[in-house]
T-cell receptor, first 118, second 113 residues
């Protein structure tokens, strides 16, 4: 079984300040983890992914995330927010064992809406 | 252009009237999947397909059917839609599920009255 919890449904920051979007996961097997972004009335776009290589993952637009197995967390950060970062962000886990019944399952978190103030 | 297409983009229907939402990808991806998006719930996986003729249930399969007769197409069928299936639906495809990026279609907004 696998699950994802995004700890904040809304995050509000000022332009130029750091961004932190929190994600905790649970899984029965070694997980792959993703962050996707959805701008208003748009589809979803991959920001970054962790697939058992380096635990600090860099993505597009200055975002990065750190996989912490001991804390079962995969928080998304950005040093300096930009107005164009305002969107909804989703943390996603995939952890089924090869050949197992849940191998193709992807589980999304509930989403975090990021608001950026001028 | 590499893309996932969905049709229709908007649909208003009545309870019990069978409908199909089509999904097609031109990237030769093996993995395809359907999701519904509801406010506060994120995206929830309905069904997925690892390859042609191979489909499996996601987290919310009740009331939906799928088929994968060709690699590029993965239609979502609602045989008897109900108002609780009013939602925004996304189709996605990828090379696989575990480590690959999902490419999402533009979404289909379905209203069932």
């Amino acid at each position: 079984a696998q699950s994802v919890t995004q700890l904040d449904s809304h995050v509000s920051v000022s332009e130029g300040t750091p961004v932190l979007l929190r994600c905790n996961y649970s899984s029965s097997y070694s997980p792959s983890l993703f962050w996707y972004v959805q701008h208003p009335n748009k589809g979803l776009q991959l920001l970054l992914k962790y697939t058992s290589a380096a635990t600090l993952v860099k993505g597009i637009n200055g975002f990065e995330a750190e996989f912490k197995k001991s804390e079962t967390s995969f928080h998304l950060t950005k040093p300096s927010a930009h107005m164009s970062d305002a969107a909804e962000y989703f943390c996603v886990v995939s952890s089924g064992d090869a050949g197992g019944t849940s191998y193709g399952k992807l589980t999304f978190g509930q989403g975090t809406i990021l608001t950026v103030h001028p | 252009e590499a893309q996932v297409t969905q049709n229709p983009r908007y649909l208003i229907t009545v309870t019990g009237k069978k409908l199909t939402v089509t999904c097609s990808q031109n990237m030769n991806h093996e993995y395809m999947s359907w999701y519904r998006q509801d406010p506060g719930l994120g995206l929830r996986q309905i069904y997925y397909s690892m390859n042609v003729e191979v489909t499996d249930k996601g987290d919310v399969p009740e009331g939906y059917k799928v088929s994968r007769k060709e690699k590029r197409n993965f239609p979502l069928i609602l045989e008897s839609p109900s108002p609780n299936q009013t939602s925004l639906y996304f189709c996605a495809s990828s090379l696989g599920s575990r480590i690959y990026e999902q490419y999402f279609g533009p979404g289909t907004r379905l209203t069932v009255t």
